[in-house]
């Protein structure tokens, strides 16, 4: 089992940025698939993008694509997402996840606890 940390939320106003960090622990986050959900108020959590395990495949919803961008740093075991030209409707908690297994949301068994994003008009 990995153990996954986030940081890099905060309140920033529209058009703005963020990079949110994911830290994995207990075993080398390279052995994983690596995604961002978010779970805005009301609303069920979705899944925002994912990187392959050597970071060679990337994947992006549609509403985030051109603005966001995920990585990972697997020497030093972190996934970032980079947010930029940030709207008030990406205001949600942003939660990193890992999965041996595949891109289905079924198939992420690790979770981090959440990082608030706010995006203000």
């Known amino acids: 089992q990995v153990q996954l940390v986030e940081s890099g939320g905060g309140s920033v106003q529209a058009g703005g940025s963020l990079r949110l960090s994911c830290a994995a622990s207990?075993?080398?986050?390279?052995?994983?698939?690596m995604a961002w959900f978010r779970q805005a108020p009301g609303k069920e959590r979705e899944f925002v993008a994912g990187?392959?395990?050597?970071?060679?495949?990337?994947y992006y919803q549609d509403p985030v694509k051109g603005r966001f961008t995920i990585s990972r740093d697997n020497a030093k075991n972190t996934v970032y997402l980079q947010m930029n030209s940030l709207k008030p409707e990406d205001t949600a908690v942003y939660y990193c996840?890992?999965?041996?297994?595949?891109?289905?949301?079924?198939?992420?068994?690790?979770w981090g606890q959440g990082t608030q994003v706010t995006v203000s008009s």
């Open positions: 207990g075993r080398t986050s390279s052995r994983y698939i």
């Open positions: 990187i392959s395990r050597s970071g060679g495949s990337t």
């Open positions: 996840a890992a999965s041996n297994l595949g891109f289905e949301s079924a198939d992420f068994g690790s």
